[in-house]
């Protein structure tokens, strides 16, 4: 216990704590990132501000994960992570009808099998760099997102999902399974029975019937723009806004290392995040403005 104990400790030192930015991060909308524009990155403004939007843009291959795309995302990553501006990040994609397809089968085909086991692993240290990001993630799925695509959904705190969004771990398929985390996010958000049922089946299913199986938060009818759930994705983080940035980003440590161990360790965990909030100006803050009968104003200190 007291190893996973240090092992939080560190993650609250690397993570958790508000970083202050030393100027306006490097990606924007506009620029191309990387070797193409895979990835693009949105800082919304007025009574947004604090909301990420990571959009995914490779139109021509459905969003798959080539190896420029992996490359991309990782740096950016990388500066959201230490980002105190960020306060919620949506992960959208900016391709209609397509929320991500996956790996990129023709660039895997010509891939030797060691390279194809590095790319793997590569796009599993990906997933968990978007699992284990400090503020909350949602994923907006208003198109397919099929084998990686869904894992990569996984990989966030909170999905909504159009009513015809298809999705499923397709990979035994292709005689091969989910090797980006699929196989331990799935079970851990369903039930193993369930998990093992839609992954040696490969079933495909729509939005609405992952609502009824638990696996997206929230669903939503389609609109003409086919970005129903991106809307419904903005309204949930601007409720997530107005909290104290830090007690929402030791409330997301607390609850996801917790679930790793037994209860009474859960216990320590949550004592241990609960005392990175007491010495926060935010703190007081609170009380100050419950005191004052206002809306208390958040910096993240």
Do not use: W
Request: proline share 4%; with cysteine; charged share 25%.
């Amino acid at each position: 216990m007291s190893l996973l104990i240090q092992r939080v400790g560190k993650l609250l030192t690397r993570n958790a704590l508000p970083i202050t930015t030393t100027g306006r991060c490097r990606y924007s909308v506009d620029e191309i990132l990387g070797d193409g524009n895979e990835v693009l990155v949105e800082r919304l403004e007025g009574p947004q501000k604090g909301i990420t939007v990571l959009g995914l843009n490779r139109p021509v291959a459905k969003n798959a994960f080539s190896r420029g795309l992996v490359n991309t995302f990782k740096d950016i990553l990388e500066e959201v992570k230490r980002d105190n501006g960020s306060r919620v990040v949506v992960l959208r994609s900016l391709t209609p009808g397509i929320f991500c397809a996956g790996a990129d089968l023709k660039e895997r085909k010509g891939m030797t099998t060691e390279e194809t086991s590095e790319f793997v692993s590569q796009l599993r240290a990906l997933l968990i760099s978007i699992e284990q990001l400090p503020m909350p993630v949602i994923a907006a799925l208003d198109g397919a997102a099929l084998g990686g695509g869904l894992e990569m959904a996984l990989a966030c705190d909170i999905r909504t999902a159009a009513n015809n969004a298809k999705m499923g771990l397709v990979e035994t398929r292709l005689a091969i399974i989910p090797g980006a985390g699929g196989t331990q996010r799935l079970p851990r958000i369903l039930s193993p029975a369930l998990a093992k049922e839609l992954i040696f089946t490969a079933r495909v299913f729509d939005g609405q019937e992952a609502k009824e199986l638990g696996l997206v938060n929230h669903v939503v009818q389609q609109n003409e723009s086919k970005d129903a759930a991106y809307q419904r994705a903005l309204k949930l983080a601007e409720e997530i806004l107005p909290n104290g940035p830090v007690g929402v980003r030791m409330a997301k440590l607390a609850v996801d290392k917790g679930m790793q161990v037994d209860l009474n360790t859960g216990y320590s965990i949550e004592e241990v995040c609960y005392a990175q909030v007491i010495p926060t100006k935010d703190r007081l803050e609170g009380l100050a403005a419950f005191a004052e009968k206002r809306k208390p104003v958040y910096k993240g200190e």
